[in-house]
């Protein structure tokens, strides 16, 4: 079983930046992927970014490309996001995720379990 931990969330104006990390224990972080979730209000869960175990493969949904950064310490059983000229439609919860493999997924059925979330709010 894997429990993770996100931080790292909050307030931030348009054009700002934030950067999330989650903290893994409970399974050997380095044999699987990782990623990235969030869910805005009433609408559903979608993918952010991934990255695989070694750190070599990183994919990301089309509206973050060129604004986040996915990227892990297998030393530290972390891995974070980087989120540079946020907009207000960033706003959501966002989902630490561990994969159920070694490759990098873009679907949340790619992932086995995520944690409870860090929040993200971004003003106009």
């Known amino acids: 079983q894997v429990q993770l931990v996100e931080s790292g969330g909050g307030l931030v104006q348009a054009g700002g930046s934030l950067r999330l990390s989650c903290a893994a224990s409970g399974r050997t972080f380095s044999n699987y992927a990782m990623g990235w979730l969030h869910q805005a209000p009433r609408k559903e869960r979608e993918f952010v970014a991934t990255?695989?175990?070694?750190?070599?493969?990183?994919y990301y949904a089309d509206p973050v490309k060129g604004r986040f950064t996915i990227s892990r310490d297998n030393a530290k059983n972390t891995v974070f996001l980087q989120m540079n000229s946020l907009k207000p439609e960033d706003t959501a919860t966002y989902y630490c995720?561990?994969?159920?493999?070694?490759?990098?997924?873009?679907?949340?059925?790619?992932?086995?379990?995520w944690g409870q979330g860090t929040q993200v709010t971004v003003s106009s």
């Open positions: 995720a561990v994969g159920k493999g070694p490759g990098a997924g873009r679907a949340l059925t790619d992932f086995a379990a």
């Open positions: 990255i695989s175990r070694a750190g070599d493969t990183t």
